[in-house]
């Protein structure tokens, strides 16, 4: 079992920076494929970003490449997602997610355990 705790979300205005924090429990962080997925109202989860267990590998999604940067601290067994030039499309509900797997998972089904989400807002 794997527990997930998301954190630094908040009100900021548009081209402002936030950086999300999960953190992990409960086992070897390094055996874990972990991703960022966002849910605005009234739309599907979408992915963000990925980052293999080893944090040799990533991945970002079209719409925030460039923008946000993936990253993991194996000694504080924490994900980042540093998100830069925020713009008010970016607003929704922010999830960390985690599966037991080498590599990288795009696809939300593929992962096991979720955070119980942050809120970002991106004001005009």
């Known amino acids: 079992q794997v527990q997930l705790v998301e954190s630094g979300g908040g009100l900021v205005q548009a081209g402002d920076s936030l950086r999300l924090s999960c953190a992990a429990s409960g086992r070897t962080f390094s055996n874990y494929a972990m991703g960022w997925f966002r849910q605005a109202p009234g739309k599907e989860r979408e992915f963000v970003a990925a980052?293999?267990?080893?944090?040799?590998?990533?991945a970002h999604a079209d719409s925030v490449r460039g923008r946000f940067t993936i990253s993991r601290d194996g000694a504080k067994n924490t994900m980042y997602l540093q998100m830069n030039n925020l713009k008010p499309e970016d607003t929704a509900v922010y999830y960390c997610?985690?599966?037991?797997?080498?590599?990288?998972?795009?696809?939300?089904?593929?992962?096991?355990?979720w955070g119980q989400g942050t809120q970002v807002t991106v004001s005009s």
């Open positions: 980052i293999a267990g080893s944090g040799a590998y990533t």
């Open positions: 997610a985690a599966d037991y797997y080498s590599g990288i998972r795009l696809e939300s089904r593929s992962y096991n355990y």
